[in-house]
């Protein structure tokens, strides 16, 4: 398929992880792809990840906790491509802060706003007008099953964080609906990035991983080309009668605990 051709799509904190992955299915499907990270050594993998598979993505390394870099960022982008078709707010994370609510302080919950909520709304503020003056966008919001259902693994910070950008999505779904623009979520469970895998081997027993496997109707953890299909298809021309969703990305695992 070739959805994204002749547009031009932003992924954040996609150097590496997920974002990477749908990176890489974007490019793969003819879209102009920009990829930011604050770390320039993932970037150059991200750079070679894609020239492997024939493709090219443009990059840019800053760190997204700065507001003012990010609105530079995007008048680069919009300056150098002419257009911002697609918005996929990939930055997030629990940060490693602790799991238990009693021991997280407010420096985890800022830090934990910071990048799942605060660079998210920055981002969207400033994509947002050229869309509208396009008339055209489809934006994409990393929620979790974390977000709709709680965790297993991370914390309420991280939890609460995610919540908030899916009600955001609502919103934003309905303020921007008249100017041709969709706003969605995916909601993902876990996903098995080497990130994940280590914080999975550090906080849960081999016995309650083998449950929580059980409990997960398709037996398997998530990969990152299965969040990638699910934002491309939300992400893509075709979906513009989906607006407000927040997607489940989790093999069923909510109907199942
Ligand atoms: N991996 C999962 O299991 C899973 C599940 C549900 C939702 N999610 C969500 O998907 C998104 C991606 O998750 P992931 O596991 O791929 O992330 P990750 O922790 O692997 O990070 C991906 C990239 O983000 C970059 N980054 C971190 N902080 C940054 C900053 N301040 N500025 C710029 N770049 C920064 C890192 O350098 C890294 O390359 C997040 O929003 C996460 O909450 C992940």
Redesign the pocket.
């Known amino acids: 398929m070739r959805r994204f051709e002749g547009r031009a799509a932003l992924i ?8 990477l992955g749908v990176a890489l299915r974007l490019a793969g499907e003819g879209a102009a792809v920009t990829v ?4 320039a050594d ?1 970037l150059a993998g991200a750079e070679a990840a894609a020239a492997e598979r024939g493709l090219e993505v443009g990059t840019r390394a ?4 700065d507001g003012g870099a990010i609105a530079r960022a995007v008048e680069t982008l919009h300056a150098e491509r002419g257009r911002i078709d697609v918005l996929v707010n ?5 940060l490693h802060t602790p799991f238990r609510f009693l021991d997280q302080s407010d420096e985890d919950w800022e830090r934990v706003m910071a ?2 909520v605060a ?1 998210c709304v920055r981002t969207t503020r400033a994509v947002l007008p050229h869309m509208v003056a396009a008339g055209y966008g489809r934006i994409v919001n ?5 977000g709709r259902y709680g965790s297993l693994f991370a914390g309420a910070n ?1 939890v609460a964080a ?1 919540g908030a950008m899916q009600a955001l999505t609502l919103q934003i779904a309905q303020e921007f609906g008249p100017h041709g623009i969709t706003c969605n979520a995916v ?7 080497p ?2 895998r280590g914080l999975l081997a550090e906080r849960q027993t081999p016995e309650t991983r083998a449950g929580v496997l059980q409990s997960i109707p398709v037996r398997r953890h ?1 990969e990152v080309e299965d969040v990638a299909a699910a934002i491309a298809y939300l992400a893509s021309e075709e979906a513009g009668f989906v607006t407000g969703a927040s997607l489940d990305v989790n093999g069923g695992q909510s109907m199942a605990i």
Do not use: E, H, Q
């Not at 800053?62 to 906790?65: A, N, R, V, Y």
């Not at 990393?142 to 974390?146: E, F, I, L, T």
């Open positions: 954040t904190a996609a150097g590496s992880g997920v974002g930011w990270d604050r770390d993932a800053f760190d997204m906790t990939n930055i997030g994370g629990s990048v799942n660079a990393m929620g979790s099953k974390a991280y995610k909601c993902p469970g876990a996903i098995l990035t990130r994940v998530g």
